[in-house]
């Protein structure tokens, strides 16, 4: 593994710790804790952050707007926390990390079908059309390349078959039923925490 790509970790696993530790934005974080968690010195959690852009301010981190109310209300358009540019991986960390109920809504790139699914860490309550997918980078969880699992939001397709030329132009993509999507977020979330076993 490079410089960078354990940088890249590194910064991967911080974003998690400060996203969960943060209640997605509810309140800073200190830094000694922030570091604690991750297993970092302090000094390398500050470095950190800055790579990642978090904001710090003497020794507390915020990790970004707060999300409002007992239930996350996501819509993808509003750039809200939790809702990536295309819709769906940022929501099923979000409901891990703040283990509260998340509610999205997203459209169809393909057929404009508006797509609501309600999850919470424990499950999927509802995913409506029940057809709908989540289209994902296969990437494995060795962490080598996690930022991009854990930062970038990936589109829903209200089936399968909407999403066959998203499969087509992304070597290496799969297609998840709901469910299955938020069983591979506990894998990746599993991951995230797991201790490395080289020095940061």
């Known amino acids: 593994?490079?410089?960078?790509?354990?940088?890249?970790?590194?910064?991967?696993?911080?974003?998690?710790?400060?996203?969960?530790?943060?209640?997605?934005?509810?309140?800073?974080?200190?830094?000694?804790?922030l570091a604690g968690t991750v297993g970092v010195t302090p000094a390398e959690a500050r470095r950190l952050v800055e790579l990642i852009g978090f904001t710090l301010h003497r020794d507390l981190v915020s990790t970004g707007p707060t999300p409002r109310g007992a239930h996350h209300r996501l819509e993808p358009a509003e750039g809200t926390l939790g809702a990536g540019p295309d819709g769906s991986v940022d929501m099923f960390l979000l409901a891990l990390a703040t283990n509260e109920p998340v509610h999205a809504v997203a459209t169809c790139p393909v057929t404009g079908t508006r797509i609501r699914i309600e999850l919470t860490s424990r499950g999927i309550v509802q995913a409506d059309p029940p057809s709908a997918v989540v289209a994902a980078i296969d990437l494995g969880f060795g962490l080598d390349h996690v930022e991009a699992v854990a930062c970038a939001g990936q589109p829903f397709f209200a089936s399968a078959s909407a999403a066959a030329n998203w499969?087509?132009?992304?070597?290496?993509?799969?297609?998840?039923?709901?469910?299955?999507?938020?069983?591979?977020?506990?894998?990746?979330?599993?991951?995230?925490?797991?201790?490395?076993?080289?020095?940061?």
């Not at 490079?2 to 200190?30: E, F, I, M, Y």
Request: hydrophobic letters at 50%; charged letters at 20%; aromatic letters at 6%.
């Open 1 to 33: 593994m490079t410089t960078s790509q354990t940088d890249r970790v590194a910064a991967a696993r911080l974003a998690w710790a400060a996203l969960k530790l943060t209640r997605a934005g509810r309140h800073p974080v200190g830094v000694d804790r």
């Open 167 to 200: 499969l087509v132009a992304h070597p290496g993509g799969r297609i998840y039923q709901v469910a299955a999507y938020l069983a591979q977020a506990h894998r990746l979330v599993a991951a995230l925490e797991a201790r490395p076993k080289f020095v940061l």
